[in-house]
């Protein structure tokens, strides 16, 4: 048996590590088995699961520049005393650096940066990010990324040029999120939900994910239809902001904020259309869940295409369309026929049973060497 260690930020319920344990309870862990390291210190959803499925959480000191010496030291020791890591697998974006670069120092071989975004967000970090993003390739020797996007905005047009690269797609469990009536009209009259249009966003509330827009598009839709609902699911620093913008707005009685919730895959039902307008995104997985369950998507056009899998799909442009054309757009969907989309998303390569079969083997295949 192999082990990889992952390279995260903590496994908290967000996109990157949800998409992370599909793989985990999917692979053959008699053969392949994952460890993390996590460079939060929060604990994560996904913690106690982990450990029940035969991974480790090994804590780093953080990415914070001071700590570098202390960091490549403490993953130094770590790679030293357990050999039977073979692969360093980072999720990290540019600071996935850090991690490579001990993982090379010590003489792991097989050394995966694995990319998950289209642009690196704007704060304090920023000019340290775009550094670190230019030696990504002289650590990694593993180019990976959610979409072809992702993967030419950090490694650039050679990599894809050159096919030196690959595609893991954001796979999840099809069957649990198909369309189910029985279990939406059961969540529906549980929420108070029957005769409302039902708006839902699925997204960590962080500035990329662009809340402030999706609440002042629902105040223009709330005028419209009174009976709309706007349902967000999620947690983050940006929480406690966005209810007090409801409060502002004064559409709080008709904002559901629920939190992060075990059940993602049925609240989904209970929606009548997916809204995410998104600043930037590698290929949302929250995206090919919601197509599998049927919704109309409504994306901005700073996602990438690559998202689109099935006919349910339109993108706006966050800048030259207007609140109105958002609302009137959305608004066009409050009556359509609910479909069963789950083949569609297999043919496109996003059944994980399908997919973690093929990661697993990719795994074995660098145990080897």
């Known amino acids: 048996m192999i082990r990889v260690l992952h390279s995260v930020s903590n496994m908290d319920r967000a996109g990157i590590e949800t998409m992370i344990m599909n793989y985990y309870r999917h692979i053959d862990r008699t053969k392949v088995q994952f460890d993390f390291l996590a460079n939060k210190s929060i604990k994560g959803a996904y913690d106690e699961e982990i450990k029940s499925l035969g991974g480790r959480i090994f804590l780093s000191p953080g990415l914070n520049p001071v700590k570098w010496f202390k960091y ?37 071989k097989n050394r995966i940066t694995h990319v998950h975004g289209t642009k690196i967000d704007f704060n304090l970090k920023l000019p340290l990010k775009l550094v670190y993003k230019t030696q990504l390739k002289k650590v990694s020797n593993n180019y990976w990324g959610c979409g072809t996007e992702a993967i030419k905005y950090y490694f650039g047009n050679k990599i894809i040029s050159s096919g030196n690269y690959r595609v893991i797609h954001n796979a999840i469990e099809t069957q649990k999120f198909v369309y189910n009536s029985e279990k ?15 708006i839902g966003n699925v997204a960590r509330f962080m500035k990329q994910k662009n809340h402030t827009f999706t ?30 913008r409801a409060r502002e707005l004064q559409i709080k009685k008709s904002v559901m904020f629920l939190g992060n919730v075990s059940n993602v895959n049925e609240m989904y039902q209970a929606m009548d259309l997916f809204l995410l307008p998104s600043l930037f995104e590698g290929l949302p997985v929250v995206g090919i869940e919601a197509q599998t369950a049927g919704l109309k998507c409504i994306f901005s056009n700073t996602i990438t295409d690559e998202v689109k899998v099935t006919d349910n799909v339109e993108f706006l442009d966050l800048k030259k369309d207007s609140l109105e054309k958002w609302a009137d757009t959305i608004l066009n969907y409050k009556e359509y026929e609910r479909k069963n989309a789950e083949q569609e998303i297999i043919d496109a390569g996003y059944s994980i049973e399908v997919e973690a079969k093929k990661l697993q083997e990719i795994y074995e295949k660098m145990g080897e060497q």
């Open 72 to 108: 490549q030291k403490m993953v130094k020791d770590l790679l030293d005393s357990n050999p039977e890591i073979k692969v360093v697998h980072s999720h990290n974006g540019a600071f996935s650096l850090q991690a490579q670069l001990a993982a090379k120092k010590n003489g792991i």
């Open 184 to 198: 939406r009209t059961e969540l529906r009259k549980k929420y108070n939900l029957e005769n409302k249009f039902v």
């Open 215 to 244: 609440l002042d598009l629902f105040k223009v839709i709330l005028q419209k239809e009174p009976n709309a609902v706007l349902m967000l699911l999620g947690d983050g620093e940006l929480l406690e902001a966005m209810k007090q």
